[in-house]
């Protein structure tokens, strides 16, 4: 028998069965659409992050409290502890240091913003002037802070655009009052001089953060955190670098420095470039493309379970078949050929189904809203590729032990079979 004899074979006992085969099927469609739309998620999930590092800016270096405390001090995860000030960042832009364009500091706290009778949580950043041009911000309408407003602690805010839309519906937001209140019920009328425009892309699009002057939160707000020389902390200094610059040797310049300042044997802040976030994010996403394709790749095993039981079935039922060919001279080889070509027939079948079911429910998920945060999704050709591949693999290993028994029946008992 040759191949394209048992393939033939093979789709006409599919076709005769029709729907015990689509059942069978049914295990394989599931598996490999599953394979493709989890990994589909994940790869957008992380595409999502990575797009919003890169529009941070470009050729940043972020400075973050929170790494391992000197002198004995505790450990603590980055974020975790204070210890990076205004100080720090004024120290950075004064000491000319190789490769660095722009240092600008930010402070970021939580206050309620009210304006007539709308409200909303923020996060409200206390910045300088720079931070426009070194986060790569764009004004929507009106004017970003100024030096001038640094300068005098201005109560004067820019909006990021969810803000604005939220406070000011009929999108009138330049030159109009909005009270925020701070940890404390500490509170201050600012008037908003500028709309930024919308980014979009989740939490560090800045789509939801209120910019203000950082001498006005540090002169006004007694709760920020200071130091015993009554410095301000900050959140992040924002280091950006001149294209050609060597960032490692950036990174480096810039740990010794402040080392040195906080009179620490172990860094008790963190330094970390756009490109450390990426690779973190990579890692992230090969972890994650491997747990959600192992979930997915479950059922394609019981897929194949379901393949191996249905071929088990099959070669029950036609024993006398067998018995058949096997006297008039079919060889136990043929007998294998024939069932494991059915087996790949009906994962293969099952595989082309889940793969244009997988792709096409990723591409519909792509911007639908869910929970309210839209879905991103991003078809990748290797999972595509893996998960046809693997039904293949399993319908093999599937078909072959249903074959084998099959060949090894007698041919007078399976002559004699009812």
């Known amino acids: 028998m040759t191949p394209l004899d048992a393939f033939i074979v093979a789709l006409r006992i599919v076709w005769t069965n029709r729907l015990r085969s689509s059942l069978t099927m049914l295990g394989m469609i599931i ?73 600008v500091p930010q402070l970021t706290t939580g206050a309620q913003l009210i304006a007539g009778s709308n409200n909303v949580r923020s996060q409200i950043v206390g910045t300088t002037a720079a931070f426009i041009d070194v986060r790569s911000g764009t004004v929507a309408s009106g004017t970003f802070l100024s030096d001038q407003d640094g300068a005098r602690g201005a109560l004067k805010a820019v909006l990021g655009a969810e803000v604005a839309r939220t406070l000011f519906p009929d999108g009138s937001a330049v030159g109009q009052p909005v009270r925020v209140t701070f940890a404390g ?6 008037t908003v001089v500028g709309v930024m425009a919308a980014k979009g892309g989740g939490a560090l699009s800045g789509d939801s953060d209120v910019y203000v002057p950082l001498t006005s939160l540090q002169s006004r707000v007694g709760s920020l955190g200071r130091n015993a020389r009554g410095q301000v902390y900050v959140s992040t200094i924002n280091v950006q670098t001149a294209t050609e610059a060597d960032q490692s040797a950036g990174k480096t310049s810039i740990t010794d420095l402040l080392t040195a300042r906080h009179a620490v044997a172990t860094p008790d802040f963190n330094v970390q470039t756009q490109e450390d976030l990426l690779g973190t994010i990579s890692t992230v996403s090969a972890v994650l493309s491997l747990l959600l394709g192992s979930i997915a790749g479950i059922s394609l095993i019981v897929g194949g379970i379901g ?34 070509t059915e087996a790949l027939a009906l994962t293969i079948s099952g595989g082309l189904i889940g793969v244009l079911l997988g792709t096409s429910l990723a591409w519909w998920l792509n911007g639908v809203p869910i929970g309210g945060v839209s879905m991103s999704t991003s078809v990748q050709p290797w999972s595509i590729v893996l998960a046809f591949v693997v039904s293949a693999v399993i319908g093999v290993l599937s078909g072959l032990y249903p074959a084998w028994r099959a060949s090894r029946l007698d041919p007078i008992t399976a002559l004699h079979a009812e």
Not at 45 to 74: C, D, H, S, W, Y
Not at 185 to 190: E, G, L, P, R
């Open 185 to 190: 019920n500490v509170s201050f009328t600012f």
């Open 307 to 340: 393949v191996m039981n249905i071929m088990l079935v099959s070669v029950t039922e036609r024993t006398r078949e067998i018995g058949i060919r096997l006297a008039i001279g079919a060889s136990p080889g043929d007998i294998i050929q024939q069932f494991v």
């Open 31 to 103: 598996g490999v659409g599953s394979v493709i739309v989890l990994v589909a998620i994940g790869q957008g999930a992380v595409k999502g992050v990575e797009g919003q590092i890169r529009g941070l800016g470009t050729n940043l270096v972020f400075v973050v409290p929170g790494a391992a405390g000197g002198r004995g001090g505790p450990t603590g995860s980055i974020g975790s502890a204070q210890s990076v000030t205004l100080a720090d960042a004024e120290a950075l832009a004064a000491a000319n240091l190789p490769g660095v364009s722009a240092v």
